[in-house]
């Protein structure tokens, strides 16, 4: 069993940046791929990152490529996703998931635990 908590969203000016976070509990954090995803008002949930369980292996959502940065710090059982350049279209509620399978994965019915979400707010 994983749990997993987010913080770090807010709310801020369109080009303006936000750190979340995403804490586990739980054992062999490494062995878990960990992805981020969101969801606007009104839309599914979506896909935005994800991470390997050593840290090598990233995918990208092709909308947040070169802004967004996946990372993680298995000594601390936390995944982060560093998010520059904001936009309007980024506000959503922001997910962290972790997925027992490998390699890691865009699909959303993939993973097994899911964190409580974290409100990310850009404004115009």
């Known amino acids: 069993q994983v749990q997993l908590v987010e913080s770090g969203g807010g709310l801020v000016q369109a080009g303006g940046s936000l750190r979340l976070s995403c804490a586990a509990s739980?054992?062999?954090?490494?062995?878990?791929?960990m992805g981020w995803f969101r969801q606007a008002p009104g839309k599914e949930r979506e896909f935005v990152a994800t991470?390997?369980?050593?840290?090598?292996?990233?995918y990208y959502e092709d909308s947040v490529k070169g802004r967004f940065t996946i990372s993680r710090d298995n000594t601390k059982n936390t995944v982060y996703l560093q998010m520059n350049s904001l936009k309007p279209e980024d506000t959503a509620v922001y997910y962290c998931a972790a997925d027992k399978r490998i390699p890691p994965t865009r699909v959303l019915g993939s993973y097994d635990y899911w964190g409580q979400g974290t409100q990310v707010t850009v404004s115009s």
């Open positions: 739980g054992r062999a954090f490494s062995s878990y791929a």
């Open positions: 991470i390997s369980g050593s840290g090598i292996t990233t």
